[in-house]
């Protein structure tokens, strides 16, 4: 299945987009352990924003899920949070990005990282922010964010653990 394309906002023909649901949670956790990226402190992490996002308001996090089309029960293949950073007056941060290790490549990622841009400027949004390690099983991950048109905008060395960089990544978006 193609990527789709950068500028593009339909996901692939494999899933379809809709927001977080209760019924997710235990899918997602599912899929952020068997990616086999993430240490259990970060998953941990992540289900926090999880929980926070099925809670009215959503504590400031939103989501954005691809579910398989072709699974009469539309379960999560992959699924992005993000949210206006509070000290920002146009700057979103995307805190995940995750996609089931079987749907990896068939552009679920693409789709979920477009409709959040399309979201942040729809809203009137500059930029979006991405923070990522530097540890080399995250070479996939940066090349994707490169390939989306982001670029490197700092780079902390050792922050995460020894030879684990922080990298931070932006795109500007036209208004």
């Known amino acids: 299945m193609p990527n789709s394309s950068p500028g593009s906002s339909t996901p692939p023909k494999a899933a379809v987009l809709r927001g977080l649901e209760p019924r997710d949670r235990e899918t997602l956790a599912l899929l952020l352990q068997g990616t086999e990226m993430f240490y259990a402190a970060e998953i941990a992490v992540a289900m926090e924003l999880i929980d926070l996002g099925l809670t009215p308001g959503g504590g400031g996090y939103e989501?954005?899920?691809?579910?398989?089309?072709n699974?009469?029960?539309g379960r999560a293949v992959g699924y992005a949070c993000f949210g206006l950073n509070p000290m920002s007056d146009g700057v979103f941060d995307l805190y995940w990005i995750a996609v089931d290790r079987r749907a990896q490549g068939s552009g679920?990622?693409?789709a979920l990282l477009t409709h959040v841009e399309s979201v942040v400027a729809g809203r009137g949004g500059r930029s979006v922010m991405i923070e990522t390690g530097g540890k080399a099983s995250y070479a996939p991950t940066r090349a994707f964010y490169l390939a989306c048109g982001y670029r490197e905008v700092a780079r902390l060395l050792d922050f995460f653990r020894v030879g684990d960089d922080k990298l931070m990544?932006?795109?500007r978006l036209s208004s």
């Open 63 to 69: 989501f954005a899920v691809a579910a398989a089309a």
């Open 71 to 73: 699974d009469p029960e």
């Open 108 to 110: 679920v990622g693409r």
């Open 169 to 171: 990544y932006e795109k």
